[in-house]
């Protein structure tokens, strides 16, 4: 193990054979990135990463940009998250459309407009700046703590619960799928609303990634436990965090999106990984 693989296990708390389970996927974008740069010609290179909450999918991020940096590349790394609209523009949003979009998460919470930018000017080897978003405080951090690249690198990796995914089908919008839905959305504006942006800007956005993982928790039970254990972690961090019914709470507004993302991106997602109840990884 190289001495910056320990520090990166004691910085994170992970088990050592975190470096097992992560070295295919590695292997697997060195080959495809090694592809599509002899097809394109040295071509700025994004790479997806999605997964639900508490998957990993930023740990995964941070292990794979460190890893590539070891090879000599330059890496960029940024979360759907860090776009997220701040509270004052969500309560806009939820007079204009719907009461539960004053919660951030769901597609059309994002400043989507801004994120298609952001990976426009990396694609076009431009400077360019990543947001960053405070959930302690459940607002973005102010300007001047983004963080401005100058330099443009080689690979932007890109990750979010709901990056790549593609809009529901209609049909599937017609009944609720948890309590949240069944009593505060009983006509599904809410649902619609949120699908008719996933299926507009978002996929603009998503068309710019060159490459897509995704992380298959195989059961939306797990999201629960493992958004548990980030919470737990966040107050061990800041002192704030979700209480166990907040996190119950906040969890069925992914929910529906997430249970679709389980049926379609195996298929649509360039490497499909399980994940098993103690987040090791199997490539499929």
Known sequence: ??????????KQGLPAHYIQDAEPILSWFNAAYTHAQVQSNRLPFCLGINGAQGSGKSTLAHYLARSLEAQGLSIAVVSLDDFYLSPEERSILAKQHHPLLATRGVPGTHAIKLAIETVRLFKAQKAFTLPRFDKSQDRPFLPKYWQTIEVPPDILIFEGWCVGLKSEPLERLCHPCNTLEAQQDTQGRYRRYVNQCLAADYQTLFSLIDKLVYLNVQTFERVYQWRQQQEQQLKCKSGKGMTEQE????????ERLTRWGMTSLPEQSDLSVIMDSTHRFNLT
């Open 1 to 10: 193990m190289k001495k910056w693989q320990y520090a990166f296990l004691k």
């Open 247 to 254: 996190v119950s709470q906040f969890i069925q507004y992914f």
